[in-house]
C-alpha cells in the first residue's frame, strides 16, 4: 500500500441519513504528525453542524431570506429608478380653487362690470351719434338746395336786369313819342284858345264856349306834365338798370347792386353753415369709428374673458392650476394629474387635464416663485388635492379608468 494513500473513514451506523454537507465534509484531511500517511477528518463545525438536526433545516430559510432581500433590492432600486425618472419627466403644477368668493375673482367680476357698463355707454353714444349724423345729412341736403337756389336767383337778377334795360329803352323812346304829340296838341289848342278869345270879344262866341276851349288846353298842359314825370321815372329805371348791367358784367367802377349783395350775403350764410355741418359730420364719423372700435375690442375682451376659468368661478368652483412655461410641455388636455405625498412618493391619480387656457398669466409656481405661465383648468375626482401647494401632471399617459364621486383613485407610482 502506498503510504500517501489516503484511508477510508469509517461509515458511521447512520451514513444512509448523513447530510449534503457531511458528505463534502469527508473531502477534508489532515497530516498526521506521527506519521507519513494523510488522515481525513471533519472540520469542528461541520462535525457540530452535522450533529445538529435544526442547522441542516436553517439552510434553506437563510437562502430564501437571502433571495428575498435580493428581490427587495432589486425592487427599491427600481421604484426609485422610476421615481427619478418621473421626476424628470412629469410636469410640476401650482393647484389652486377658483370659487365666487375668491379675491381675483372678485376682482375679474368688477372689472367685467365695468367691461359692461362701458360698453353700455358706447353704445349708447354711438346710438345718439347715429341720430346726430341723420341730422346732419338732412341739414346738408337742405343746404345744398338753398344754395342751388341762390345760384337761380343771381342768375335771375342778371335776366331780370337785361329785361329791364330793354323794357326801359323802349319805354322811353315811347314816352318821347308821346310828348311830341302832346307838343303839338298844346300849340294847335293854344291857336283854338287864342281864336275863341277873338270871338269872344267880338261877340261871335259865348264865355262858355271860350272856357271849354281854355279848359282843352289846360288838359294838354297837364298830360305833358304828367309825360315829363313819366319819363324823369323811366330814366332812373333805366340808369339802375344800366348801373345794375354794369354791376353783374363787372365794368367800371359801379357799385354792387344790392339785391345781389343780398342773394351772395344768404349764398355766404348758406355755405358757412354748409361747411360747418360737413366737418361737423366728419367730427362725428371720426367719432362713430371710434365708439365702434372701442365695442368691438370690449366684445373681444369679453370673448377672451368668458374663455378663461376665472368666468366659470363667477357662477361655481373652478379646479385649475398655474403652469409656469419651463413645466407647460407636458400638460396637455387629457394628461394624467397625480397627488404626491411630499411631491415625490406614493403618488396617485386624481383627474385629468380638462383644457389648457389660452393668454398669459403671471402668479407663484409651485416652489413659492413669481413666474409667468399658463392656467390650466384640472377635472378632479379628489377636489382636496386642489388645496395641496403642487400637483404633478404626467405626459401621454392613457386616459384613467372612471371614479366614481366620493371614490379614491387607484394609486400609482
Known sequence: MDP????????????????????????????DPNRTTRMP??????????????????????????????????????????TGYRL??????????????????????????????????????????????????????????????????LAWTKDMNVAQNSAGNQDLRHISSQAGV???????????TDMAQKNLAAGVITRADYMAEEQKLNDL???????????????LTMHAATL???????????????????????????????????????ERLAQRKALQERIAKIDELETQFKGKPLFDAIA???????????????????????????????????????????GEAKELDPWGFMARGQYAVLDLVEHESAKGHLLRVRPGTSPAPAVQPGRVAPPDV
Open 221 to 235: 298842359r297837364l298830360s305833358y306834365i304828367q309825360n315829363a314825370r313819366t319819363r324823369v321815372a323811366s330814366e
Open 88 to 153: 424628470l419627466t412629469d410636469s410640476f403644477v401650482a393647484p389652486m380653487v377658483l370659487s365666487p368668493d375668491s379675491p381675483l375673482v372678485q376682482a375679474n367680476l368688477l372689472t367685467m362690470s365695468q367691461l359692461y357698463m362701458d360698453r353700455a355707454t358706447s353704445v349708447g353714444q354711438a346710438n345718439g351719434i347715429e341720430a346726430e349724423l341723420a341730422s346732419d345729412e338732412k341739414g346738408i341736403a337742405r343746404l345744398t338746395e338753398l344754395e342751388k337756389v341762390d345760384a337761380k336767383a
Open 182 to 192: 302832346l307838343s303839338r296838341m298844346i300849340s294847335k289848342q293854344q291857336q283854338l
Open 244 to 282: 345794375g348791367d354794369q354791376s353783374l358784367s363787372g365794368k367800371g367802377d359801379a357799385p354792387p347792386m344790392p339785391a345781389i349783395v343780398s342773394s351772395e350775403d344768404e349764398l355766404g350764410r348758406v355755405e358757412v353753415q354748409l361747411l360747418r355741418l360737413i366737418a361737423d359730420k366728419q
Open 41 to 82: 477528518t471533519i472540520p469542528p463545525e461541520t462535525a457540530a453542524t452535522a450533529q445538529s438536526p435544526k442547522a441542516q433545516t436553517s439552510t434553506p430559510r437563510a437562502r430564501a431570506m437571502s433571495v428575498l432581500a435580493l428581490g427587495a433590492t432589486v425592487a427599491g432600486l427600481g421604484y426609485m429608478a422610476n
Open 316 to 358: 361655481k368652483s373652478v379646479d385649475v392650476a398655474f403652469v409656469p412655461y419651463s413645466q407647460l410641455a407636458g400638460v396637455t388636455p387629457g394628461a394624467q394629474v397625480y397627488s404626491c405625498v411630499w411631491g415625490v412618493f406614493s403618488c396617485k391619480r386624481v383627474g385629468r387635464v380638462a383644457s389648457v387656457v389660452p
Open 4 to 31: 500517501d494513500a489516503t484511508l477510508p473513514l469509517k461509515e458511521s451506523s447512520n451514513a444512509p441519513q448523513d447530510s449534503a454537507r457531511t458528505v463534502a465534509a469527508r473531502r477534508w484531511s489532515v497530516q
